[in-house]
């Protein structure tokens, strides 16, 4: 997902997520290059497991 959505990080990080990186000019959205927030959900993580 975008580093400017953050709407998409929050849902990211209520499930349980971990962020572990960014990676730049991943991602081309609109014709453009945009950075992309990496996190990782483990089943050990996942909120109500």
């Given at each position: 997902m975008s580093t400017q959505n953050e709407a998409s990080k929050k849902v990211a990080q209520l499930v349980g997520g971990t962020l572990e990186g960014n990676l730049?000019?991943?991602?081309?959205?609109?014709?453009?290059?945009?950075?992309?927030?990496?996190?990782?959900?483990?089943?050990d993580d996942i909120i109500g497991n």
């Open positions: 730049l000019n991943r991602l081309e959205l609109h014709g453009e290059n945009h950075d992309a927030c990496l996190y990782s959900v483990l089943s």
